[in-house]
Nanobody
Framework: QVQLVESGGGQVQPGGSLRLSCAAS????????MGWYRQAPGKQRELVAH???????NYADSVKGRLTISRDNAKNTVTLQMNSLKPEDTAVYYC?????????????WGQGTQVTVSS
């Protein structure tokens, strides 16, 4: 079984910064893509940032230039550095990992961490 554990959420004022981390543990053969998603109240879950195993990245237009995703393959971790935060960034943020067991990728999700941007 695999667990993804997120940390680093909280409340911050507009313009502030937060750093989210996610660590994968358990029976892991190989982690391919990883990503961060978010879900605001009354809205669908949306992709925030995505990173491949060789660290190619992709971002939602709304966060480009403010959020940076990175990963450490040796530690099975993914990080989201969030700068210049806006109230519209308020949401529950979820870590995702696509893990390859030799028969195709299996999706795993973290439990979510709350990010609140408010003055």
């Amino acid at each position: 079984q695999v667990q993804l554990v997120e940390s680093g959420g909280g409340q911050v004022q507009p313009g502030g910064s937060l750093r989210l981390s996610c660590a994968a543990s358990g029976t892991i053969f190989r982690i391919n893509a990883m990503g961060w998603y978010r879900q605001a109240p009354g809205k669908q879950r949306e992709l925030v940032a995505h990173i491949t195993r060789d660290s190619s990245t992709n971002y939602a237009d709304s966060v480009k230039g403010r959020l940076t995703i990175s990963r450490d393959n040796a530690k099975n971790t993914v990080t989201l550095q969030m700068n210049s935060l806006k109230p519209e960034d308020t949401a529950v943020y979820y870590c995702n990992a696509q893990i390859d067991y030799g028969l195709g990728d299996v999706d795993y999700w973290g439990q979510g961490t709350q990010v609140t941007v408010s003055s």
